[in-house]
Every structure is written in structure tokens, then in C-alpha cells.
């Protein structure tokens, strides 16, 4: 299959594609997501085997209208619609007790779904295109850095899907936050641009963290992520940079398009310098704690999850 590269202008080739069932990768604030109708079965089993998806980890959900969500959800806690009014569109996923009509292969089997609404124009007309909401993970072979620009979706999914829709460089670089309002206290999954502390303010309590003990709440948080052929060091003063391979001024931005590019150029080991406004960014440090393998191990790394 040879897969085109296309313009916002000719959104209607990957809507048609979407409708017959192809997988489809499309922009978002976050990063690029690999699009099917979370309705067709067939096309959603057909992203796990593009990207090498392991069957147990479920797919977020993107939505373009509030009415969406009763299609997916089968209970909306009254903090859903707090947090909705709040963040959406943008970067925050929220996950919910998932209504018997959703194929349950769109959450991997869980009797929950994850939903979110996206800030991106693209993204939400080719959502109102389709006339369905869409289930998206990252549009990136499994386990490695996620995409930021067609170009990164070209190098790991060329051949393998019809279309990429280029909406530019992704405005934020790391994946939504994802929030888990299942169980009676909600539970913060994944860090991510939209903090623990604004959910907090609107939530009026504490938020806890997910437990790496127990990644069944989040399958998606017990595979190494995020991770490049190379191997990452983290080093903490500046003058501890060694080289020959470094990145001295890493931000949630640029993370991935440079472990991209240490990849092309085969570097064995990138020496990343964590400053401590890379430190005081929970999301970055959750990437690249995952990134380096060093988080299922650290007493610090549980936190920064
Ligand atoms: O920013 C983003 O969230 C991007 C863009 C494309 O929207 N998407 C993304 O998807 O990062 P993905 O599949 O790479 O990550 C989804 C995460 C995984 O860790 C998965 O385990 C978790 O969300 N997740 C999805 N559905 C879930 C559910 N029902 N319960 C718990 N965790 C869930
Ligand atoms: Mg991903």
C-alpha cells in the first residue's frame, strides 16, 4: 500500500478511507493518533496490528461534541461534565464506565472507555466528517517515541496505512493527561500537559496517583514507552554531560523529534541533562523516567507517574 501524505484541503480522501474500514493517522495538539470509527470492530483490530499494539492495552476515544459521549459512556459521574466544561477541547482524557454498544475491543476488553475531546481543527472535522467518534492511540510503532509530525508517522507506518493528514508539528509534544473517574476517588493515570493540581481545583479534593503495583487500572502504563533504539541517560548537573551523544535542553516539545533523530542517526546512547525546570514538569519526567526504563524501579519514579 503506498501511503500519501495529505494537506487539510483534501480532509474528504481520509474521511472516505475511515469510512471503508482503513486506519487513517491524523493531527492532534498532543501528538498524531491513528484513527478508526470506534464502532468498526474490524477496523480497530486492524490498528493493533499496524502498530504491534499488545491486545490488553485499550484505545482513547476522540469526540468532537459533548452528545458523543452518551454513545460511549454508560455512567456520566457529575464530575465528568466539571472536568469537560473545564478542559475540553484539549489536552485531558477521562475515563468512564463504557456503554455494551462500543466494541469492547476499543478498550481491550475493559468494562471502562477512554474519551477525549481534542483542540485541533483537524482533528475535530475529521471527526464531524466521519459523523462518528474515533478511536486513536498514538500513530507510532508500539512502545516507541510517539509522533509530532506526518513525517515521524511516515517513518514508522509508511506502506502500512492509505493517508496521513498533515496539520504541522503538534503544539504540545506529549500525550493527554489521562484521568480515571471509575472507582469513588478519581485516580491521574498518565500526567500530561493539564496538571494534577488544576484538576484538583476543580475536582475541590485530592487527586490520587495510579500505583505501578497495580497497572490493571491503566494497562497502557506496565510496557516500556516512549523508547528509542538508543539508550537514554539521564544525568541531573550540567557539567555531567559527557557525550559524544547529549541533549542539554530538552522540552516537552522537542523530546520526541530528537529521540527520533538520535534513531536516524544510530547513536547507541543520548545523555539527556534533566534542569530543574525539566524536573518540575511531571509530564516530561514521566516520559523520560519511562523513556531511560528507569521507572518501574525508583521510589521517584512512582511519583512522577
Ligand atoms: O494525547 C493522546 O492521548 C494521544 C492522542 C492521539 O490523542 N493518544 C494516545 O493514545 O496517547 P495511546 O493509545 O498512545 O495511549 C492511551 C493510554 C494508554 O496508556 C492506555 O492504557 C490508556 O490511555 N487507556 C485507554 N483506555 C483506557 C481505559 N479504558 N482504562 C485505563 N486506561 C486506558
Ligand atoms: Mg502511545
Redesign the pocket.
Known amino acids: 500500500m503506498k501511503t500519501v501524505i495529505l494537506t487539510p484541503d483534501a480532509l474528504s480522501a481520509a474521511i472516505d478511507s475511515l469510512k471503508k474500514g482503513e486506519p487513517v493517522a491524523f493531527p492532534?495538539e498532543?501528538?498524531?493518533?491513528l484513527a478508526a470509527s470506534a464502532f468498526d470492530e474490524g477496523a480497530i483490530r486492524k490498528i493493533f496490528s499496524i502498530k504491534g499494539r499488545p491486545a490488553d492495552?485499550?484505545?482513547?476515544v476522540?469526540i468532537s461534541s459533548l452528545d458523543q459521549v452518551s454513545l460511549l459512556a454508560e455512567e456520566v459521574p457529575p464530575e465528568f461534565l466539571k472536568l469537560a466544561r473545564a478542559f475540553w477541547p484539549g489536552?485531558l482524557?477521562l475515563?468512564v464506565k463504557?456503554k455494551n454498544s462500543v466494541p469492547s475491543i476499543c478498550?481491550?476488553g475493559?468494562p471502562?472507555?477512554?474519551i477525549?475531546m481534542?483542540v485541533h481543527q483537524v482533528a475535530l472535522d475529521l471527526i464531524r466528517g466521519v459523523g462518528a467518534p474515533l478511536a486513536?492511540?498514538?500513530?507510532n510503532l508500539s512502545g516507541g517515541p510517539?509522533p509530532t509530525t506526518a513525517q515521524d508517522v511516515l517513518e514508522d507506518l509508511e506502506g502500512k496505512i492509505p493517508y496521513i493528514l498533515d496539520g504541522g508539528a503538534c503544539a504540545i509534544g506529549l500525550?493527554?493527561t489521562?484521568l480515571?473517574l471509575v472507582n469513588p476517588r478519581p485516580i491521574l493515570?498518565?500526567p500530561?500537559v493539564v496538571q494534577k493540581e488544576a484538576l484538583e481545583a476543580i475536582f475541590g479534593r485530592s487527586i490520587d496517583l495510579a500505583n505501578q503495583a497495580t497497572p490493571a487500572?491503566?494497562?497502557?502504563?506496565k510496557y516500556r514507552h516512549y523508547a528509542p533504539k538508543a539508550a537514554i541517560r539521564l544525568v541531573f548537573n550540567e557539567s555531567d554531560l559527557k557525550g559524544p551523544y547529549s541533549l542539554p535542553r530538552i522540552t516537552a516539545r522537542n523530546l520526541y523529534s530528537e529521540l527520533r533523530k538520535a534513531d536516524r542517526l544510530g547513536v547507541p546512547e543520548v545523555e539527556i541533562y534533566c534542569s530543574s525546570s525539566v524536573q518540575a514538569d511531571a509530564a516530561l519526567m514521566n516520559r523520560l523516567l519511562r523513556a531511560s526504563g528507569v521507572l518501574e524501579t525508583t521510589a521517584a519514579s512512582k511519583r512522577a507517574c
Open positions: 492532534t498532543t501528538v498524531y493518533g492495552n485499550p484505545l482513547i476522540h489536552p482524557t475515563v463504557r478498550s481491550a475493559l471502562t472507555i477512554a477525549r481534542p486513536a492511540p498514538s500513530a510517539s500525550e493527554s489521562v480515571s493515570l498518565r500530561g487500572f491503566s494497562p497502557g502504563m
